[in-house]
């Protein structure tokens, strides 16, 4: 995940620090030294680390923090405080044209996965109400053109496409009169990129933006690439004015430094980061909520907005109904795995909850395995044994193991762990009544 290591080494400063009652100034600079050196490590900016932690240590030092009751819980505050700053601030936004059609054009080097981050923008614009087409307009990479139109037509998003025209500017403009003319509101134009900043590149890109005049011009940077993408963002918004950021693979296994940097450096906002390779995985970034994920404070209106995508509201509904007349099938659980694999799994779960990121690879892995064998339990089971579990007996556990590929033992810690589960419900019910518990839950988890 990413930030797993930095946050890993600024949890182990911050326990240093709340076990002491009383700060004083050396204990200050020895946790600002081990910040300094876990933001380093992280490949964060050297410039953007040496103002982070002089900003942070000016406050720290400050008598209200050194004379308070709980001096170490205040200065995590006011770095969380100066993390947030740094990523940003408030939520950048996606701006649109007054004039009701607007064109976005996405800009950035070859391999970052703008092809792929164009698609995901249309699914996302989608999901918002707008009409937006997509326009190929990297005529340098091969299979360019076919990859936008396969992510196109997986979004259910159009795509302009002039194989003939070798010229970009010329098929950006055609594809904004035909969007205009067809009445989609929104074009993405997705340009081409290169190994590496050069003349020839943004010559091309200044072309296509002299002609068709995008509102917003969007940089798409790989996190993965660390110092390199910082880079890159100040050399594309020193020649063309970028309006904003997209981060992609900030799922990946990275240090997470290019996150932390871009904005201090360019002065421009990410406004999306790019967290998995299916096409909804492109969410807004919002510097408060990275920040408590990079802290291991949890991010928790992430999560809620997760379960709230992932649930069906009638299903719910009805989901609640039953829980709270104690008539939780293993089909509900089921539902329930499946809602919790369609957020990204165990992993992108506990990323968001706090002190969750101090599970380990071999924790999630486990996890996940058993989440998988779990589901291919229930599956092998007849209607009738998921409604009623206690009509299992010996043959039938045999029966279930044989299909489901595993032993009797996993059968049976199922439906134990579900018993349980049902237990622990009745239990809630009976202390809350029957006030919404388990609505958009994951109960048993």
């Known amino acids: 995940m990413a930030f797993e290591s930095l946050s890993e080494k600024l949890n182990s400063t911050f326990k240093k620090l709340r076990g002491k009652g009383v700060l004083g100034e050396k204990d200050i600079d020895e946790a600002m030294r081990e910040i300094r050196l876990a933001l380093l490590e992280a490949d964060v900016n050297y410039k ?57 054009m996405l800009v950035g080097l070859q391999g970052t996965g703008k092809t792929t981050t164009a698609g995901k923008l249309a699914a996302y614009l989608l999901k918002e109400g707008k009409k937006p087409m997509l326009a190929a307009c990297d005529v340098q990479r091969p299979a360019a053109i076919d990859q936008l139109e396969i992510v196109g037509s997986q979004v259910g998003v159009p795509v302009y496409t002039d194989r003939e025209c070798k010229d970009p500017a010329k098929i950006a403009v055609d594809a904004k009169k035909q969007a205009e003319i067809k009445g989609y509101n929104i074009l993405i134009v997705d340009t081409a990129g290169r190994l590496h900043v050069d003349e020839e590149l943004m010559d091309e890109l200044k072309r296509v933006r002299k002609e068709v005049k995008p509102f917003q011009i969007l940089l798409v940077v790989d996190a993965m690439t660390g110092q390199d993408a910082v880079n890159s963002a100040s050399a594309f918004n020193d020649a063309m004015g970028v309006d904003g950021i997209i981060m992609t693979k900030l799922d990946g296994d990275t240090r997470g430094g290019a996150a932390l940097s871009v904005k201090s450096v360019t002065g421009k906002p990410i406004l999306f980061a790019g967290m998995g390779e299916k096409l909804e995985a492109l969410e807004p970034f919002h510097p408060d909520r990275m920040a408590g994920r990079i802290l291991g404070m949890g991010d928790m209106l992430s999560l809620i907005e997760k379960v709230s995508e992932a649930a069906d509201e009638e299903k719910a509904r009805e989901l609640e109904k039953r829980m709270s007349q104690n008539k939780f099938t293993l089909d509900d659980l089921l539902e329930q795995m499946r809602q919790l694999k369609s957020m990204g799994g165990i992993g992108k779960f506990l990323e968001m909850l706090p002190g969750g990121t101090n599970a380990t690879d071999e924790q999630l ?81």
């Open 48 to 104: 953007v680390v040496k103002d982070f932690v002089a900003g942070v240590k000016e406050k720290a030092l400050g008598e209200e923090v050194l004379n308070s009751l709980t001096p170490g819980q205040q200065v995590i505050k006011i770095v969380n405080d100066e993390m947030i700053a740094l990523l940003g601030g408030v939520s950048g936004k996606l701006s649109y044209s007054p004039s009701g059609f607007t064109t976005i």
């Open 365 to 445: 892995d486990k996890s996940e395995i058993e989440l998988r064998r779990s589901e291919a339990i229930i599956c092998s089971m007849t209607k009738k044994e998921k409604e009623d579990p206690r009509i299992l007996d010996a043959s039938r556990r045999k029966r279930i193991a044989a299909g489901a590929g595993v032993s009797v033992t996993h059968v049976n810690q199922l439906i134990k762990k579900f018993e349980e589960t049902k237990k622990m419900m009745k239990q809630m019910n009976n202390m809350k009544g029957k006030k919404g518990f388990g609505r958009r839950g994951f109960p048993g988890f």
